[in-house]
């Protein structure tokens, strides 16, 4: 009879690659701050930060996601502004539309409006 070699345990699979979870992220957010923070704010460069901006949301939402399904975070929790000053707001169109009516129920006030014949 042959003598069998001790049989080695097998190779341990390779590490799976990085999920883009929390950590990533966090790291494209502080880049895209970082870009933000350094453009240069002009007319020929609102288009690329309106880019940032939406991209800065959006990874913001997933990692509220995140945290929120690892029973982490607080429901309702996000990024919001908060309202500061008045607001306007113009209705525009042709008479007899509808426009004061619309006013006065969305407000709860009586506007005047003007006869048209």
Known sequence: RKKEA?????????????AR???GIVEKIKELEHEYARTQKNKATEGHLGL????LAKLRS??????????????GEGF????????????IGFPS???SS????LTGTKSEAAAYE
């Not at 940032?52 to 991209?55: L, T």
């Not at 509220?64 to 429901?75: D, M, P, V, Y």
């Not at 619309?102 to 129920?105: C, K, Y």
């Open 21 to 23: 979870g929390a950590m």
């Open 62 to 75: 997933e990692l509220l996601q995140e945290e929120g399904s690892g029973g982490g975070g607080a429901a």
């Open 6 to 18: 001790p049989l080695s345990p097998p190779p341990s699979p390779p590490p799976p690659a990085p």
């Open 80 to 91: 919001a502004v908060q309202r500061s000053g008045d607001g306007r707001v113009a209705l």
């Open 52 to 55: 940032i901006k939406a991209k």
């Open 97 to 99: 539309v509808g426009k």
């Open 102 to 105: 619309l006013l006065s129920e």
